[in-house]
């Protein structure tokens, strides 16, 4: 079962490659996804990591929390799902 991993405190230069590799020491990548503004298209310093296997993904976020990586210390944790975005239009 694949478990989705939450990576904060980015440095804003960090690429998706880059934490391709820094996790895939750890197991099989699925995907990598660094979340972008909508205006002006830069990394918000956060992004999304998803493994696939659960005994993996949670040696990574023991592994990488706290951990310096590109200049930063990096916030690791299993990602939470998503609320649903409330409709306040009326």
Do not use: C, H, W
């Amino acid at each position: 079962m694949a478990k989705k991993i939450y990576v904060g405190n980015m440095n804003y230069a960090t690429t998706e490659d880059q934490l391709f590799d820094l996790f895939g020491q750890y197991g099989t990548v699925n995907s990598v996804r660094i979340i972008t503004d909508r205006e002006t298209n830069r990394p918000k310093g956060f992004g999304f990591v998803e493994m696939e296997e659960d005994d993996s993904a949670d040696a990574a976020i023991v592994a990488l929390d706290g951990k310096e990586f590109d200049g930063r210390n990096l916030r690791v944790n299993v990602a939470l799902e998503r609320r649903p975005r409330q409709n306040n239009y009326r």
